[in-house]
Nanobody, 121 residues
């Protein structure tokens, strides 16, 4: 299972940290990713990381503002989001991949429930 948390309401320019705790079969995955879906839009890639932490990918829209990290001891992946903008408002989903780090949604095998991030202007 994947348990995402940390969403909430924040003003533009503020920060939030999302967490995704992996348990059960998802603990043995090779990589984790964060995706988001804004109201009325398709779900998009945000960031991904190998559990080793060596490989990370970011969407261009969040580079320099968001940081993905992993804590193997806690089986948890984090998404630190700084300098938030209203356009970052979305439901954020974490996902696990047994195939490796990828920006493609169909490379992810298990999805957690979403956590809502709302950025006010």
């Amino acid at each position: 299972q994947l348990q995402a948390s940390g969403g909430g309401l924040v003003q533009a320019g503020g920060s939030l940290r999302l967490s995704c705790a992996a348990s059960g079969r998802t603990f043995s995955s090779n990589a984790m990713g964060w995706f988001r879906q804004a109201p009325g839009k398709e779900r998009d890639f945000v960031a991904a990381i190998s559990w080793s932490g060596i490989i990370t990918y970011y969407a261009d829209s969040v580079k320099g503002r968001f940081t993905i990290s992993s804590d193997n001891a806690k089986n948890t992946v984090y998404l630190q989001m700084n300098s938030l903008k209203p356009e970052d408002t979305a439901v954020y989903y974490c996902a696990a991949s047994w195939r490796g780090v990828s920006k493609q949604q169909d490379e992810y095998d298990y999805w957690g429930q979403g956590t809502l991030v709302t950025v006010s202007s």
